[in-house]
């Protein structure tokens, strides 16, 4: 226990010690933090000041906005301080916070995107009774349970993984104080409870994966049985773009909780948690507002952009 409160600061991996190279590391993640700022602001007040998206589908999307904004805004500022500071240092306090918020936000997207993937199935498959399954009170109560599931979670993960012994040192071999690379600095024997916790998590996810494949390969067989080609077009167009969202956010982040954990840095683990961590953020706004006439005619009426204007 003594090696463990001796830990008042973990030192995390920078992408470089070269001055020069540490300000384009700094550029480059400002244009993507802006990017994911901006694009999600868009797409949240493009829905909460436009009537005509006042639907269940766009509510969920709003959500999702709102947890884009904060996973991304949990790790990349850091980084770029860090960078701009020339120091690699977070205190104890800073990453249990980020590991805290960024399992919230991450596990409370993955939620939201199970939500839609089951409000896309209703609204094709059982259209009928989509009024009745999909009103305001179902839909606050679905967007509750998965902000409510990302925060219980990411208690269990974060209690699990600041009660271990830290004995092999302090230094994260990531850009953010990652599960994975907490690990590597716990006793050789202390973490087997929290590996077993995420073996169950990774179970768990993959059969909610499993169940939003099924969902789809439903909704898919309901689209081809839709008589016009337009209805088909409308139908697949709210439905592929979630379908990439989701096998980006889910593969990249099983890779980088199921892959072998490497003794020394490795580039390769850099990428993947900028993948899962930082591209979502940045993509959802892109794919939802450039293959959507509706979010591109809010966007217009909110902005007046030529940007977002239909051909």
Same mark, same amino acid.
């Given at each position: 226990?003594?090696?463990?409160?001796?830990?008042?600061?973990?030192?995390?991996?920078?992408?470089?010690?070269?001055?020069?190279l540490q300000?384009?590391?700094?550029?480059?993640?400002?244009?993507?933090?802006?990017?994911?700022?901006?694009?999600n602001l868009l797409i949240f007040m493009a829905i909460a000041f436009?009537?005509?998206?006042?639907?269940?589908? @766009?509510?969920?999307? /709003? *959500?999702?906005?709102?947890?884009?904004?904060?996973?991304? #805004?949990?790790?990349?500022?850091?980084?770029?301080?860090n960078s701009l500071l020339n120091t690699k240092s977070i205190s104890y306090a800073g990453c249990v916070a980020q590991v805290f918020f960024l399992l919230s936000f991450l596990t409370a997207d993955f939620s939201l995107?199970?939500?839609?993937?089951?409000?896309?199935?209703?609204?094709?498959?059982?259209?009928?009774? @989509?009024?009745?399954? /999909? *009103?305001?009170?179902?839909?606050?109560?679905?967007?509750? #349970?998965?902000w409510i599931s990302g925060i219980l979670y990411s208690v269990l993960h974060t209690g699990n993984v600041f009660a271990l012994t830290f004995c092999n040192g302090n230094i994260v071999d990531q850009f953010f104080c990652e599960i994975p690379q907490l690990l590597k600095?716990?006793?050789s024997d202390s973490y087997l409870r929290e590996v077993r916790v995420l073996a169950f998590s990774i179970c768990l996810a993959l059969g909610c994966f499993v169940f939003?494949?099924?969902?789809?390969?439903?909704?898919?067989?309901?689209?081809?049985?839709?008589?016009?080609?337009?209805?088909?077009?409308?139908?697949?167009?709210?439905?592929f773009p979630h379908l990439i969202v989701v096998s980006l956010f889910i593969f990249t982040g099983f890779f980088a909780y199921l892959k072998p954990i490497s003794s020394s840095p490795s580039t390769l683990d850099l990428v993947v948690a900028v993948l899962y961590?930082?591209?979502?953020p940045v993509m959802n706004p892109i794919i939802y507002s450039m293959r959507n006439k509706e979010i591109k005619g809010a966007l217009r009426r909110l902005t007046g952009w030529k940007l977002f204007t239909n051909n």
């Open positions: 226990m003594s090696n463990r409160t001796t830990v008042t600061e973990f030192l995390l991996l920078g992408f470089s010690d070269i001055w020069e300000i384009l590391h700094v550029l480059v993640f400002l244009v993507i933090y802006l990017a994911a700022l901006v694009g436009d009537h005509h998206l006042h639907t269940p589908m @766009y509510f969920f999307l /709003m *959500n999702l906005s709102v947890v884009d904004l904060g996973s991304i #805004s949990v790790t990349v500022p850091k980084s770029m301080a995107l199970i939500v839609m993937a089951y409000d896309r199935y209703v609204a094709i498959c059982q259209p009928l009774h @989509y009024e009745a399954m /999909m *009103n305001s009170r179902a839909c606050v109560r679905l967007a509750a #349970s998965a600095l716990t006793c939003i494949i099924v969902s789809y390969v439903q909704i898919f067989k309901s689209v081809l049985r839709i008589p016009s080609e337009q209805g088909q077009h409308k139908a697949l167009s709210t439905c961590s930082m591209v979502p």
